[in-house]
Protein backbone atom coordinates (compact mmCIF):
# COMPACT_ATOMS: atom_id res chain seq x y z
CA UNK A 1 0.00 0.00 0.00
CA UNK A 2 1.48 3.45 -0.98
CA UNK A 3 0.23 7.05 -0.96
CA UNK A 4 0.38 8.84 -4.52
CA UNK A 5 -0.41 12.19 -5.71
CA UNK A 6 -0.67 14.39 -8.89
CA UNK A 7 -0.87 17.76 -9.73
CA UNK A 8 -1.06 20.30 -12.59
CA UNK A 9 -1.10 23.85 -11.36
CA UNK A 10 -0.28 27.17 -12.45
CA UNK A 11 2.47 28.21 -10.33
CA UNK A 12 5.16 26.09 -8.60
CA UNK A 13 4.23 22.28 -7.06
CA UNK A 14 7.01 21.50 -5.18
CA UNK A 15 5.55 22.55 -1.92
CA UNK A 16 1.96 21.20 -2.81
CA UNK A 17 3.43 17.80 -3.50
CA UNK A 18 5.64 17.92 -0.25
CA UNK A 19 2.55 19.03 1.98
CA UNK A 20 0.49 16.73 0.21
CA UNK A 21 3.00 13.65 0.91
CA UNK A 22 3.21 13.99 4.04
CA UNK A 23 -0.53 14.14 4.80
CA UNK A 24 -0.41 11.00 2.56
CA UNK A 25 2.63 9.62 4.91
CA UNK A 26 0.33 6.59 7.04
CA UNK A 27 -0.02 4.87 3.50
CA UNK A 28 4.22 4.03 3.34
CA UNK A 29 6.83 4.85 5.67
CA UNK A 30 9.61 3.03 4.11
CA UNK A 31 10.53 5.75 1.29
CA UNK A 32 9.67 8.94 -0.38
CA UNK A 33 10.02 10.52 -4.01
CA UNK A 34 9.01 13.77 -5.96
CA UNK A 35 9.31 14.88 -9.92
CA UNK A 36 8.69 17.95 -11.51
CA UNK A 37 8.57 19.13 -15.25
CA UNK A 38 9.39 22.03 -16.10
CA UNK A 39 9.06 22.11 -20.45
CA UNK A 40 10.48 19.04 -21.09
CA UNK A 41 13.03 18.31 -18.71
CA UNK A 42 12.28 16.26 -15.49
CA UNK A 43 13.31 17.26 -11.85
CA UNK A 44 13.81 14.16 -9.30
CA UNK A 45 14.38 14.31 -5.83
CA UNK A 46 13.46 10.64 -3.78
CA UNK A 47 15.65 8.62 -0.87
CA UNK A 48 14.65 6.08 1.83
CA UNK A 49 12.70 7.47 4.91
CA UNK A 50 9.77 9.41 5.63
CA UNK A 51 8.90 12.62 3.87
CA UNK A 52 10.08 15.22 6.21
CA UNK A 53 13.79 13.10 6.47
CA UNK A 54 13.97 12.66 2.38
CA UNK A 55 13.88 16.29 1.21
CA UNK A 56 15.66 19.46 2.31
CA UNK A 57 15.00 22.90 1.32
CA UNK A 58 18.16 22.31 -1.27
CA UNK A 59 16.30 19.56 -2.30
CA UNK A 60 13.18 21.53 -2.54
CA UNK A 61 14.87 24.66 -4.13
CA UNK A 62 15.60 21.89 -7.59
CA UNK A 63 12.14 20.27 -7.92
CA UNK A 64 10.82 23.14 -10.70
CA UNK A 65 7.75 23.50 -12.60
CA UNK A 66 4.53 23.82 -12.74
CA UNK A 67 3.33 19.94 -13.07
CA UNK A 68 4.64 17.05 -10.70
CA UNK A 69 4.03 13.72 -9.21
CA UNK A 70 4.80 12.13 -5.74
CA UNK A 71 4.86 9.04 -3.61
CA UNK A 72 5.22 7.32 -0.08
CA UNK A 73 6.34 3.75 -0.52
CA UNK A 74 5.09 0.82 1.81
CA UNK A 75 7.49 -2.21 0.45
CA UNK A 76 4.97 -5.30 -0.33
CA UNK A 77 5.77 -9.28 -0.69
CA UNK A 78 9.10 -10.00 -1.18
CA UNK A 79 10.59 -6.83 -1.48
CA UNK A 80 12.84 -4.55 1.26
CA UNK A 81 14.06 -1.15 1.93
CA UNK A 82 16.09 -0.53 -1.08
CA UNK A 83 16.84 3.05 -2.17
CA UNK A 84 16.60 1.26 -5.91
CA UNK A 85 12.41 0.48 -5.67
CA UNK A 86 11.92 4.51 -4.41
CA UNK A 87 9.20 5.91 -6.81
CA UNK A 88 8.76 7.56 -9.04
CA UNK A 89 10.44 5.76 -11.78
CA UNK A 90 11.87 7.24 -15.00
CA UNK A 91 12.34 5.53 -18.81
CA UNK A 92 13.45 7.95 -21.29
CA UNK A 93 11.35 6.79 -24.51
CA UNK A 94 9.29 7.78 -25.63
CA UNK A 95 9.82 11.59 -24.94
CA UNK A 96 10.61 10.26 -21.20
CA UNK A 97 8.09 9.29 -18.54
CA UNK A 98 8.11 9.21 -15.26
CA UNK A 99 5.51 6.74 -13.26
CA UNK A 100 4.33 6.53 -9.70
CA UNK A 101 2.00 3.48 -8.60
CA UNK A 102 0.19 2.12 -5.61
CA UNK A 103 -1.31 -1.59 -5.49
CA UNK A 104 0.34 -4.60 -6.86
CA UNK A 105 1.13 -6.54 -9.79
CA UNK A 106 0.24 -10.48 -10.08
CA UNK A 107 1.37 -11.04 -13.48
CA UNK A 108 4.99 -9.08 -13.37
CA UNK A 109 6.63 -12.15 -13.92
CA UNK A 110 4.59 -13.04 -17.25
CA UNK A 111 5.18 -9.28 -17.85
CA UNK A 112 9.16 -9.34 -17.35
CA UNK A 113 9.60 -12.18 -19.66
CA UNK A 114 7.32 -10.40 -22.49
CA UNK A 115 9.74 -6.78 -22.02
CA UNK A 116 12.89 -8.85 -22.58
CA UNK A 117 12.01 -10.52 -25.39
CA UNK A 118 9.28 -9.26 -27.21
CA UNK A 119 9.40 -5.50 -26.15
CA UNK A 120 13.33 -5.12 -25.91
CA UNK A 121 13.07 -3.61 -22.75
CA UNK A 122 15.03 -4.01 -19.84
CA UNK A 123 13.99 -4.06 -16.28
CA UNK A 124 16.83 -3.15 -13.73
CA UNK A 125 14.88 -3.32 -10.10
CA UNK A 126 12.32 -6.13 -8.63
CA UNK A 127 9.99 -3.70 -8.61
CA UNK A 128 6.81 -4.09 -10.79
CA UNK A 129 6.16 -0.44 -10.92
CA UNK A 130 9.14 -0.42 -13.44
CA UNK A 131 7.61 -3.03 -15.05
CA UNK A 132 4.12 -0.95 -15.48
CA UNK A 133 6.34 2.02 -16.03
CA UNK A 134 7.53 0.10 -19.40
CA UNK A 135 4.33 -1.93 -20.15
CA UNK A 136 2.83 1.50 -20.30
CA UNK A 137 5.86 3.43 -22.62
CA UNK A 138 5.99 0.61 -24.60
CA UNK A 139 2.75 0.77 -26.09
CA UNK A 140 2.64 4.31 -25.88
CA UNK A 141 5.11 4.34 -27.81
CA UNK A 142 3.68 1.69 -30.43
CA UNK A 143 0.48 4.03 -30.57
CA UNK A 144 2.70 7.21 -31.59
CA UNK A 145 4.81 5.37 -34.44
CA UNK A 146 5.03 7.97 -37.19
CA UNK A 147 2.08 10.30 -35.73
CA UNK A 148 2.28 13.09 -33.18
CA UNK A 149 1.27 12.70 -29.40
CA UNK A 150 -1.96 12.99 -28.35
CA UNK A 151 -4.73 12.32 -25.70
CA UNK A 152 -5.89 9.32 -28.34
CA UNK A 153 -2.51 7.57 -28.58
CA UNK A 154 -2.32 8.01 -24.62
CA UNK A 155 -6.00 6.77 -24.05
CA UNK A 156 -5.02 3.62 -26.85
CA UNK A 157 -1.79 2.79 -24.69
CA UNK A 158 -3.78 2.40 -21.49
CA UNK A 159 -6.31 0.58 -23.22
CA UNK A 160 -3.11 -1.76 -24.07
CA UNK A 161 -2.13 -1.54 -19.76
CA UNK A 162 -5.39 -2.59 -18.99
CA UNK A 163 -5.24 -5.62 -21.54
CA UNK A 164 -1.36 -7.03 -20.52
CA UNK A 165 -1.21 -6.30 -16.78
CA UNK A 166 -3.27 -8.38 -14.26
CA UNK A 167 -3.74 -6.54 -10.39
CA UNK A 168 -3.81 -4.26 -8.51
CA UNK A 169 -2.90 -0.11 -9.73
CA UNK A 170 -3.43 3.19 -9.39
CA UNK A 171 -1.36 4.93 -11.74
CA UNK A 172 -0.04 8.66 -11.40
CA UNK A 173 2.29 9.95 -14.41
CA UNK A 174 4.11 12.40 -16.51
CA UNK A 175 4.80 12.83 -20.21
CA UNK A 176 7.65 15.43 -21.00
CA UNK A 177 6.13 18.12 -22.81
CA UNK A 178 2.98 17.02 -22.38
CA UNK A 179 0.84 16.44 -19.48
CA UNK A 180 -0.31 13.90 -16.45
CA UNK A 181 -1.75 10.91 -17.18
CA UNK A 182 -3.86 9.04 -14.28
CA UNK A 183 -5.14 5.78 -14.81
CA UNK A 184 -7.18 2.96 -12.32
CA UNK A 185 -6.76 -0.74 -12.80
CA UNK A 186 -10.77 -1.95 -14.19
CA UNK A 187 -11.70 -3.39 -10.65
CA UNK A 188 -10.90 -0.23 -9.07
CA UNK A 189 -9.05 -2.26 -5.92
CA UNK A 190 -6.77 0.59 -5.44
CA UNK A 191 -8.32 3.98 -4.74
CA UNK A 192 -7.87 7.55 -6.77
CA UNK A 193 -9.78 11.22 -6.66
CA UNK A 194 -9.55 13.42 -8.72
CA UNK A 195 -9.79 17.26 -7.45
CA UNK A 196 -9.84 20.71 -8.68
CA UNK A 197 -9.30 24.30 -7.86
CA UNK A 198 -11.33 27.11 -9.53
CA UNK A 199 -9.76 29.92 -7.49
CA UNK A 200 -7.44 31.35 -10.26
CA UNK A 201 -7.96 32.22 -14.58
CA UNK A 202 -7.10 28.54 -15.03
CA UNK A 203 -8.19 25.62 -13.06
CA UNK A 204 -5.18 23.31 -11.10
CA UNK A 205 -6.00 19.72 -10.90
CA UNK A 206 -4.37 17.43 -7.95
CA UNK A 207 -4.99 13.82 -7.99
CA UNK A 208 -4.34 11.81 -5.04
CA UNK A 209 -5.01 8.35 -3.36
CA UNK A 210 -7.44 10.21 -0.92
CA UNK A 211 -9.18 12.46 -0.35
CA UNK A 212 -7.83 14.66 2.65
CA UNK A 213 -4.85 15.83 0.54
CA UNK A 214 -7.45 17.67 -1.96
CA UNK A 215 -9.37 18.87 1.85
CA UNK A 216 -6.09 19.86 3.19
CA UNK A 217 -4.57 21.88 0.02
CA UNK A 218 -7.99 23.32 -0.97
CA UNK A 219 -8.86 21.28 -3.85
CA UNK A 220 -12.59 20.25 -3.66
CA UNK A 221 -12.75 17.17 -4.38
CA UNK A 222 -14.69 16.44 -7.82
CA UNK A 223 -15.57 12.54 -8.33
CA UNK A 224 -13.55 9.20 -8.10
CA UNK A 225 -11.44 8.09 -10.77
CA UNK A 226 -13.48 5.21 -12.60
CA UNK A 227 -12.20 1.81 -12.66
CA UNK A 228 -10.89 1.51 -15.72
CA UNK A 229 -10.85 5.14 -16.34
CA UNK A 230 -7.92 7.46 -18.23
CA UNK A 231 -7.42 11.31 -16.97
CA UNK A 232 -5.03 13.20 -19.63
CA UNK A 233 -4.31 16.54 -17.85
CA UNK A 234 -2.43 18.58 -20.72
CA UNK A 235 0.22 21.15 -19.49
CA UNK A 236 -2.05 24.31 -20.57
CA UNK A 237 -4.88 22.70 -17.67
CA UNK A 238 -6.71 21.12 -20.22
CA UNK A 239 -8.48 18.13 -19.37
CA UNK A 240 -9.61 14.99 -21.06
CA UNK A 241 -10.83 11.12 -19.79
CA UNK A 242 -12.14 8.15 -21.06
CA UNK A 243 -13.23 4.63 -19.95
CA UNK A 244 -10.10 2.24 -21.58
CA UNK A 245 -11.17 -0.92 -20.43
CA UNK A 246 -14.42 -3.89 -20.50
CA UNK A 247 -16.89 -3.50 -17.22
CA UNK A 248 -15.54 -5.48 -14.73
CA UNK A 249 -16.99 -5.55 -10.82
CA UNK A 250 -16.24 -2.74 -8.68
CA UNK A 251 -14.32 -4.32 -6.21
CA UNK A 252 -12.57 -1.75 -3.81
CA UNK A 253 -10.06 -3.06 -1.32
CA UNK A 254 -11.90 -3.29 1.82
CA UNK A 255 -9.21 -2.92 4.11
CA UNK A 256 -8.57 0.93 3.14
CA UNK A 257 -11.64 0.99 4.77
CA UNK A 258 -10.80 -0.80 8.24
CA UNK A 259 -7.24 0.00 8.58
CA UNK A 260 -5.69 2.09 5.88
CA UNK A 261 -7.06 4.79 5.08
CA UNK A 262 -7.50 7.91 6.73
CA UNK A 263 -10.82 8.42 8.77
CA UNK A 264 -11.46 11.97 6.89
CA UNK A 265 -11.23 10.40 3.28
CA UNK A 266 -13.77 9.61 1.24
CA UNK A 267 -12.93 6.31 -0.64
CA UNK A 268 -15.02 5.59 -3.68
CA UNK A 269 -17.84 8.04 -2.18
CA UNK A 270 -18.02 6.16 1.14
CA UNK A 271 -16.95 8.09 4.58
CA UNK A 272 -14.36 5.87 5.95
CA UNK A 273 -15.04 7.29 9.60
CA UNK A 274 -18.88 7.02 9.02
CA UNK A 275 -17.90 2.86 8.00
CA UNK A 276 -16.00 2.51 10.71
CA UNK A 277 -18.64 3.60 13.27
CA UNK A 278 -20.78 1.13 11.15
CA UNK A 279 -18.45 -1.68 11.95
CA UNK A 280 -18.66 -0.63 15.47
CA UNK A 281 -22.43 -0.83 15.70
CA UNK A 282 -22.13 -4.61 13.92
CA UNK A 283 -19.79 -5.85 16.35
CA UNK A 284 -22.25 -4.41 18.92
CA UNK A 285 -24.98 -6.68 17.69
CA UNK A 286 -22.80 -9.52 17.27
CA UNK A 287 -21.60 -9.54 20.95
CA UNK A 288 -25.56 -9.11 22.06
CA UNK A 289 -26.31 -11.64 20.27
CA UNK A 290 -23.90 -14.06 20.49
CA UNK A 291 -21.79 -13.68 23.31
CA UNK A 292 -23.82 -13.87 26.57
CA UNK A 293 -20.00 -14.74 28.59
CA UNK A 294 -19.79 -11.37 27.50
CA UNK A 295 -22.08 -9.34 30.05
CA UNK A 296 -20.07 -8.55 32.81
CA UNK A 297 -17.70 -6.01 30.89
CA UNK A 298 -17.09 -2.85 32.85
CA UNK A 299 -15.54 -1.12 29.75
CA UNK A 300 -14.77 -0.64 26.21
CA UNK A 301 -10.89 0.79 25.52
CA UNK A 302 -9.55 1.28 21.77
CA UNK A 303 -6.36 -0.03 20.72
CA UNK A 304 -5.35 3.69 19.17
CA UNK A 305 -5.96 5.14 16.24
CA UNK A 306 -7.84 3.09 13.70
CA UNK A 307 -10.02 1.73 16.00
CA UNK A 308 -11.55 4.42 17.74
CA UNK A 309 -14.75 4.95 15.77
CA UNK A 310 -15.58 1.40 16.06
CA UNK A 311 -14.81 1.20 19.65
CA UNK A 312 -16.41 4.23 20.62
CA UNK A 313 -19.65 3.21 18.62
CA UNK A 314 -19.47 -0.40 19.89
CA UNK A 315 -19.73 0.98 23.38
CA UNK A 316 -22.54 3.65 22.74
CA UNK A 317 -24.42 0.49 21.29
CA UNK A 318 -23.80 -1.40 23.99
CA UNK A 319 -23.93 1.32 26.73
CA UNK A 320 -21.06 0.97 28.26
CA UNK A 321 -18.30 3.09 29.34
CA UNK A 322 -15.94 4.40 26.92
CA UNK A 323 -12.28 4.52 27.88
CA UNK A 324 -9.09 5.86 26.66
CA UNK A 325 -6.53 3.46 28.07
CA UNK A 326 -3.93 3.30 25.65
CA UNK A 327 -1.68 6.36 25.38
CA UNK A 328 -0.12 6.19 22.08
CA UNK A 329 3.66 8.05 21.83
CA UNK A 330 2.93 9.13 17.78
CA UNK A 331 6.74 9.44 17.16
CA UNK A 332 7.11 5.47 16.88
CA UNK A 333 6.22 4.09 13.02
CA UNK A 334 3.40 1.78 12.93
CA UNK A 335 4.38 -1.62 13.80
CA UNK A 336 2.16 -3.00 10.69
CA UNK A 337 4.32 -1.71 8.39
CA UNK A 338 7.46 -2.51 10.13
CA UNK A 339 9.43 -5.95 9.08
CA UNK A 340 9.83 -8.25 10.94
CA UNK A 341 8.37 -9.94 14.48
CA UNK A 342 11.44 -9.12 16.62
CA UNK A 343 10.85 -5.32 15.65
CA UNK A 344 6.95 -5.17 15.85
CA UNK A 345 7.04 -6.71 19.36
CA UNK A 346 9.82 -4.27 20.42
CA UNK A 347 8.10 -1.12 18.96
CA UNK A 348 4.44 -1.84 21.07
CA UNK A 349 5.77 -1.01 24.34
CA UNK A 350 7.18 2.28 23.04
CA UNK A 351 3.92 3.06 21.16
CA UNK A 352 1.49 2.78 23.59
CA UNK A 353 1.26 2.91 27.25
CA UNK A 354 -1.23 1.83 29.93
CA UNK A 355 -3.34 4.16 31.87
CA UNK A 356 -3.81 1.48 35.11
CA UNK A 357 -6.67 2.99 36.41
CA UNK A 358 -8.74 2.03 33.72
CA UNK A 359 -7.80 -1.07 34.04
CA UNK A 360 -7.29 -1.72 37.49
CA UNK A 361 -9.82 -4.97 38.63
CA UNK A 362 -12.20 -4.49 35.85
CA UNK A 363 -13.44 -6.65 32.81
CA UNK A 364 -12.01 -4.40 29.74
CA UNK A 365 -13.24 -5.21 25.96
CA UNK A 366 -10.16 -3.84 24.07
CA UNK A 367 -10.97 -3.09 20.46
CA UNK A 368 -8.44 -2.81 17.37
CA UNK A 369 -9.34 -2.55 13.44
CA UNK A 370 -7.72 -6.27 12.74
CA UNK A 371 -5.92 -8.98 14.13
CA UNK A 372 -2.97 -10.15 10.96
CA UNK A 373 0.17 -11.96 12.91
CA UNK A 374 -1.23 -11.64 16.57
CA UNK A 375 2.24 -10.14 18.02
CA UNK A 376 0.88 -6.87 18.67
CA UNK A 377 -2.44 -8.06 20.32
CA UNK A 378 -0.36 -10.35 22.46
CA UNK A 379 1.50 -7.37 23.46
CA UNK A 380 -1.38 -5.56 24.37
CA UNK A 381 -3.28 -8.15 26.04
CA UNK A 382 -0.43 -8.40 28.46
CA UNK A 383 0.57 -4.76 28.99
CA UNK A 384 -3.59 -4.72 29.95
CA UNK A 385 -3.18 -7.63 32.23
CA UNK A 386 0.06 -6.03 33.65
CA UNK A 387 -2.38 -3.12 34.84
CA UNK A 388 -4.49 -4.81 37.32
CA UNK A 389 -7.34 -6.13 34.36
CA UNK A 390 -9.13 -8.69 36.06
CA UNK A 391 -10.57 -10.58 32.32
CA UNK A 392 -9.43 -9.13 29.19
CA UNK A 393 -11.65 -9.44 25.72
CA UNK A 394 -10.63 -8.86 22.64
CA UNK A 395 -12.90 -7.68 19.51
CA UNK A 396 -11.76 -7.01 16.24
CA UNK A 397 -13.79 -4.48 13.93
CA UNK A 398 -12.68 -6.91 10.90
CA UNK A 399 -12.91 -10.55 10.35
CA UNK A 400 -10.41 -13.50 10.78
CA UNK A 401 -7.69 -12.46 8.14
CA UNK A 402 -7.08 -15.77 7.42
CA UNK A 403 -5.31 -15.52 3.59
CA UNK A 404 -2.77 -13.96 1.96
CA UNK A 405 -3.49 -11.01 -0.28
CA UNK A 406 -1.65 -10.18 -3.19
CA UNK A 407 -2.71 -6.71 -4.54
CA UNK A 408 -0.44 -4.35 -2.27
CA UNK A 409 -0.90 -5.19 1.64
CA UNK A 410 2.28 -7.19 2.97
CA UNK A 411 0.39 -9.95 4.34
CA UNK A 412 1.43 -12.57 2.17
CA UNK A 413 2.12 -16.12 3.71
CA UNK A 414 -0.44 -18.18 5.48
CA UNK A 415 2.02 -19.08 8.35
CA UNK A 416 2.46 -15.54 9.36
CA UNK A 417 -1.60 -15.14 9.60
CA UNK A 418 -2.62 -16.33 13.28
CA UNK A 419 -6.44 -17.19 12.36
CA UNK A 420 -4.85 -18.86 9.64
CA UNK A 421 -5.68 -22.66 10.77
CA UNK A 422 -7.04 -22.13 14.37
CA UNK A 423 -10.52 -21.33 15.98
CA UNK A 424 -11.52 -18.33 18.17
CA UNK A 425 -10.98 -19.97 21.56
CA UNK A 426 -7.92 -20.97 19.64
CA UNK A 427 -6.36 -17.81 19.38
CA UNK A 428 -7.99 -16.31 22.22
CA UNK A 429 -5.25 -18.58 24.11
CA UNK A 430 -2.16 -17.58 21.37
CA UNK A 431 -2.75 -14.00 22.41
CA UNK A 432 -3.70 -14.63 25.93
CA UNK A 433 -7.33 -13.19 26.11
CA UNK A 434 -10.27 -14.73 27.98
CA UNK A 435 -12.50 -14.19 24.64
CA UNK A 436 -12.14 -12.96 21.18
CA UNK A 437 -14.68 -12.06 18.68
CA UNK A 438 -14.59 -10.94 15.39
CA UNK A 439 -16.49 -9.28 13.14
CA UNK A 440 -18.73 -11.22 10.53
CA UNK A 441 -17.64 -10.70 6.49
CA UNK A 442 -20.89 -9.92 5.36
CA UNK A 443 -21.29 -7.23 8.17
CA UNK A 444 -18.24 -5.52 7.27
CA UNK A 445 -19.61 -5.56 3.69
CA UNK A 446 -22.82 -3.81 4.94
CA UNK A 447 -21.11 -1.36 6.99
CA UNK A 448 -19.44 0.06 3.76
CA UNK A 449 -22.72 -0.19 1.63
CA UNK A 450 -24.42 1.75 3.86
CA UNK A 451 -22.07 4.35 3.28
CA UNK A 452 -22.37 4.30 -0.37
CA UNK A 453 -25.31 2.11 -1.62
CA UNK A 454 -24.03 2.18 -4.91
CA UNK A 455 -21.05 -0.22 -3.74
CA UNK A 456 -22.27 -3.37 -3.22
CA UNK A 457 -19.10 -6.19 -3.79
CA UNK A 458 -15.47 -5.18 -2.38
CA UNK A 459 -11.70 -7.11 -2.93
CA UNK A 460 -11.91 -9.41 0.42
CA UNK A 461 -9.15 -11.78 -0.61
CA UNK A 462 -7.58 -11.26 3.04
CA UNK A 463 -10.63 -12.74 4.56
CA UNK A 464 -12.46 -15.10 2.07
CA UNK A 465 -9.65 -16.56 -0.35
CA UNK A 466 -11.96 -15.42 -3.12
CA UNK A 467 -9.24 -13.33 -5.43
CA UNK A 468 -11.35 -11.07 -7.85
CA UNK A 469 -8.56 -10.73 -10.61
CA UNK A 470 -9.39 -14.44 -11.28
CA UNK A 471 -5.34 -15.40 -12.02
CA UNK A 472 -4.16 -16.49 -8.40
CA UNK A 473 -4.02 -20.38 -7.92
CA UNK A 474 -2.07 -22.76 -5.02
CA UNK A 475 0.94 -22.18 -7.09
CA UNK A 476 1.32 -18.30 -7.46
CA UNK A 477 0.96 -18.36 -3.27
CA UNK A 478 2.97 -20.89 -3.02
CA UNK A 479 5.06 -18.89 -5.29
CA UNK A 480 4.96 -15.71 -3.22
CA UNK A 481 5.39 -17.24 0.35
CA UNK A 482 8.41 -18.98 -0.99
CA UNK A 483 9.71 -15.37 -1.87
CA UNK A 484 8.74 -14.00 0.82
CA UNK A 485 10.53 -16.10 3.13
CA UNK A 486 13.99 -15.69 1.23
CA UNK A 487 13.18 -11.63 1.54
CA UNK A 488 13.07 -12.33 5.26
CA UNK A 489 16.38 -13.96 5.47
CA UNK A 490 17.89 -11.03 3.90
CA UNK A 491 15.71 -8.40 4.94
CA UNK A 492 18.66 -7.33 7.99
CA UNK A 493 21.12 -7.28 5.42
CA UNK A 494 19.30 -5.14 3.04
CA UNK A 495 18.03 -2.93 5.71
CA UNK A 496 21.82 -2.37 6.49
CA UNK A 497 22.42 -1.85 2.74
CA UNK A 498 19.18 0.67 2.32
CA UNK A 499 20.71 2.91 5.61
CA UNK A 500 24.19 2.95 3.82
CA UNK A 501 22.60 4.00 0.15
CA UNK A 502 20.96 6.78 1.91
CA UNK A 503 23.70 8.15 3.81
CA UNK A 504 26.00 7.68 0.68
CA UNK A 505 23.63 8.91 -2.10
CA UNK A 506 20.40 10.74 -1.77
CA UNK A 507 19.84 9.99 -5.29
CA UNK A 508 19.19 13.32 -6.33
CA UNK A 509 18.98 13.68 -10.34
CA UNK A 510 18.43 16.07 -12.73
CA UNK A 511 16.66 14.24 -15.78
CA UNK A 512 16.15 16.25 -19.17
Not at 134 to 157: C, D, K, M, P, T
Not at 455 to 479: H, K, M, P, W
Amino acid sequence: MCGILGVVGQSPVNQLLYDGLQILQHRGQDAAGIVTASGNSFHMHKGSGMVRDVFRTRNMRSLFGHVGIGHVRYPTAGSASNLAEAQPFYVNSPYGIVLAHNGNLTNTDELKEEMFRQDLRHINTNSDSEVLLNVFAHELQRHIYGRELSEEAVFHAVVEVNRRVKGAYAVVAIIAGFGLVAFRDPNGIRPLVLGINRNGPISEYMLASESVALDCLGFKLERDVAPGEAVVIRFDGTMSSRMCADPAPHTPCMFEYVYFARPDSLIDGASVYQTRLLMGEKLGDKIRREYPQLADIDVVIPIPDTSLPSALQLANHLGLPFRMGFIKNRYVGRTFIMPGQATRKKSVRQKLNAIGHEFAGKNVLLVDDSIVRGTTSREIVQMARDAGANKVYFASAAPAVRFPNVYGIDMPTRAELLATGRTEEEIAREIGADAVVYQDLDALKEAVHVANRNLVDFETSCFDGRYITGDIDEAYLNQVESLRSDANGQRHDAKTQGMLDMNLNVAEQNLI
